[in-house]
């Protein structure tokens, strides 16, 4: 008898903590979690996660960022979209949303939303200036409206500021090989597979796809 008491005082005093918690708490652990699944490929859970955090703090973009990169993970573009674009919203200097959404325009095939992305990756570079990651956006977004020689320049640019940014890597030998310059899409994968070789597969793979 006295250990039933003992034990449903503990269980009381958890669940009062647990209630106590503010839900900038429970929205973090919420974050967390999906983060975890999202590190594990568990996308489909970790939209939950994100959903769940959502519904605590409606007004947070890096929430709603989260849960578009879960919905992209999980295959539901619609969705990754326009949850990118709440983040957007919300928090328009929200760099990281910005970019994401940059990269998803470029691949629309309509000039008009392709130059929206390009403006939106502007913005984080006026913010933040050399930012590789919008750099290389905005290469995207360039070679997408047939400027080759100006994606060119901001793809290297992007790599002097990170040199092991895959994404930039990829991008340039993808533009070289276009050009039927293998030997310099090659240097630049081997440049990107000698700053993290266990990658070395996923950059060629990614390359000839």
Known sequence: MKSSLIAFTVMLVLCTAACQRSPQE??????????????????????????????????????EYQL????LADGKLAE???????????NPKHAEAQVKIA????????????????????????????????LNALALSELALGKPQDAE????????RLPQNFNSSVT??????????????????????DAAPCRR??????CIC
Do not use: C
């Not at 979690?33 to 489909?44: E, F, N, P, V």
């Open 26 to 63: 429970k929205a973090a652990k919420f974050l967390r979690d999906g983060k975890d699944l999202m590190s594990r490929k568990d996308y489909a859970r970790a939209v939950l996660q994100f959903r769940n955090a959502v519904r605590l703090l409606p007004k947070d973009a890096e929430v």
């Open 68 to 71: 578009g990169l879960a919905y």
């Open 80 to 90: 990754g979209v326009a949850a990118l674009t709440k983040a957007t919203t919300l």
């Open 103 to 134: 990269e998803l325009m470029a691949l629309s095939g309509d000039p008009s939303v392709i130059r929206e992305g390009g403006k939106r990756v502007q913005g984080v570079l006026e913010a933040t200036p050399g930012n590789p990651d919008a």
């Open 153 to 160: 320049r901001h793809l290297e640019e992007a790599l002097q």
């Open 172 to 193: 340039l030998a993808r533009l070289y090989l276009s050009r039927n310059d293998a030997k310099s899409a090659e240097q630049i994968l081997k440049k990107a597979a």
């Open 201 to 206: 597969r996923w950059l060629w793979r990614k």
